[in-house]
């Protein structure tokens, strides 16, 4: 059964580095997905893509966080520079077309920043 | 704008017994709902999912109806066990995204 592959699993960063995630969606998926969650709440939307286009980064921290998507397959997500409250599970997701169809999620990143 | 409202946890149950989770939601026109479920260190899992009023969803001796009159898409499981103890999460799709619920805790002890 085809899978959201997420990477690293795990990342522990220093506050003000750098730190960068990647998502593999599920295959002839458009819309792909950056989720934070953080601990005992629900995932939030960072921002969407349709193909290679964002459609929302409504709730993106556009100071520190940028997402990419260059060619519409894998993303990228990276944090520069961290802050401690980042710390928190970036999850990936993908659909076949659009937030009514079932999103299908990768196993996710756990951040911690010290 | 668009909202989810879970039942606190946790929920502590014997395994076989009966679990309601209740969830409740706001919105404008006609979301279609979800449940996902996450298991300690993993991502969510689609458990089930209804697209119109009255619709049933089911899975794995899980279900849910969309009730639109009261607004609620409630999750309920005639038999618990001790596998399924994870985090329930009631989800709704607005406009153009999802927008989850906190969360329920369930416990399952033997």
């Known amino acids: 059964e085809a899978e959201v592959a997420q990477s690293p699993r795990y990342k522990i960063t220093e506050k003000s580095q750098a730190v960068a995630f990647w998502c593999d969606p599920i295959?002839?998926?458009?819309?792909l997905y950056w989720y934070r969650q953080i601990l005992g709440q629900g995932p939030e939307l960072l921002v969407q893509?349709?193909?290679?286009?964002?459609?929302?980064d409504s709730q993106l921290p556009k100071d520190r966080f940028s997402a990419e998507r260059l060619k519409g397959v894998d993303s990228t997500l990276k944090i520069q520079p961290a802050e401690l409250g980042d710390s928190a599970m970036y999850l990936c997701?993908?659909?076949?077309?659009?937030?009514?169809?079932?999103?299908?999620f990768g196993p996710g990143t756990r951040l911690t920043v010290t | 704008g668009d909202s989810v409202t879970q039942m606190e946890g946790p929920v502590t149950l014997s395994e076989e017994a009966f679990l309601t989770i209740n969830c409740t939601y706001t919105?404008?026109?006609?979301?279609?709902l979800f449940w996902y479920v996450q298991y300690p260190g993993e991502g969510l899992q689609l458990l089930l999912k209804?697209?119109?009023?009255?619709d049933k969803g089911s899975n794995k001796g899980f279900e849910a109806t969309y009730r639109k009159e009261t607004t609620s898409f409630h999750l309920e499981k005639g038999s618990v066990q001790v596998s399924d103890s994870a985090v329930y999460f009631c989800?709704?799709?607005?406009?153009?995204?999802?927008?989850f619920g906190t969360g329920t805790r369930l416990q399952v002890f033997p």
């Open positions: 997701a993908s659909s076949s077309s659009g937030p009514k169809n079932e999103q299908y």
């Open positions: 295959s002839g998926h458009a819309t």
């Open positions: 893509f349709q193909d290679e286009s964002v459609v929302d």
């Open positions: 919105a404008t026109g006609y979301p279609s």
């Open positions: 209804a697209t119109k009023a009255d």
């Open positions: 989800a709704l799709s607005g406009a153009y995204k999802l927008i």
